[in-house]
């Protein structure tokens, strides 16, 4: 018989002022069945909005409260990938609990469907028909309780303060992105953040020690695809262009990009930065590069082929 530590995590993103009767039974059960019970508290990598608005401080002191017994740590969210969200994952908890007999322990819309690594996992039959969306929109819409002083009370004003805090116009988040093409503009330079994830350009937030956009993208460039790359005769080829990025779908934030062109001079791309686990690929610069592009960058490859169609009107490239 094994005399191994055994340790039930259950992963959740929690993002209520209290834990709702599901949540409740699913990390009850897990206790039960386990030597020592750990919550995994899912944290956004995106500023916060009303689907992801809870601080992980505040979250642990809510854990404490409801279910005392649990050990909670923070877990990052992935900006890359389920591969590399899992294996981060695998390597977090065997480093914390290397001689423990590790289980995974989920219940209705639990981490399963995205995980891929190598612990074992349990998944439990939920408790009741409770949605974390419906009760967060339903607390938007009530008053706010009478008591100050309340922990419940000062959660239920945070979600109220993040979920309006664009107010009667929104926050539109200014990103860059940098495309590199050949001189003729025949190819362009694309890259993949993990194997079997769609192509998309190199880009990323605007900073504020960044002196313009152009500087902006060269710099995310430089981090995301090497410094060995040299690229020269940068443009705006089209600015303030929406995106609709998935993490943010269906809030009061929004996106838009700058884009920022390179002709590729020398140099051999080396991925870094949240590129680092993908690959890169010369692609055809034609319409049909859509199919193999990330949805939300499809609008900047339209923006692209109208400008090289007008460069080619100028005559300032050949139509190859």
């Known amino acids: 018989m094994s005399t191994r530590e055994r340790i039930g995590v259950v992963i959740a993103r929690l993002q209520l002022p209290e834990p709702h009767p599901g949540h409740m039974s699913l990390m009850w059960r897990a206790g039960d069945d386990f030597d020592r019970f750990i919550v995994l508290a899912g944290q956004s990598n995106y500023r916060p909005h009303e689907r992801n608005w809870l601080p992980y401080k505040y979250l642990k002191m809510v854990l404490g409260v409801h279910v005392p017994e649990a050990e909670v740590f923070p877990f990052q969210d992935s ?35 995205s995980y891929t690594g190598v612990l074992p996992t349990r998944e439990y039959e939920p408790y009741g028909d ?17 008591d100050p002083e309340g922990l419940r009370v000062f959660l239920h004003g945070l979600l109220a303060g993040v979920a309006s805090v664009g107010g009667d116009f ?71 262009i929406p995106v609709d990025d998935p993490r943010i779908r269906g809030t009061e934030l929004s996106k838009s990009t700058t884009l920022c062109g390179f002709e590729y001079v020398s140099g051999e791309v080396c991925l870094a930065d949240d590129m680092g686990e993908g690959e890169y690929e010369w692609c055809d610069l034609n319409a049909d590069l859509k199919d193999r592009l990330t949805p939300e960058h499809h609008v900047l490859l ?9 460069q080619r009107k100028l005559g300032q490239i050949s139509n190859f």
């Open 79 to 113: 900006g890359i990938s389920n591969r590399e969200w899992s294996e981060r994952l695998d390597a977090f908890l065997l480093d914390l609990f290397p001689d423990a007999e590790i289980t995974l322990c989920g219940s209705r819309d639990s981490f399963r469907g």
């Open 130 to 146: 409770y949605s974390a969306t419906s009760i967060r929109q339903q607390l938007l819409q009530d008053p706010v309780p009478a």
């Open 170 to 240: 929104g926050i539109i988040d200014p990103t860059v992105d940098a495309v590199v093409y050949n001189h003729d503009m025949s190819k362009v330079l694309l890259a993949r953040r993990d194997a079997g994830l769609p192509l998309r350009f190199f880009g990323g937030y605007l900073d504020k020690r960044d002196a313009d956009a152009i500087d902006a993208a060269l710099r995310e460039l430089r981090e995301e695809a090497g410094g060995n790359l040299q690229v020269r005769n940068p443009v705006i080829i089209g600015a303030l």
């Open 302 to 310: 339209e923006y692209l082929l109208r400008y090289r169609d007008r």
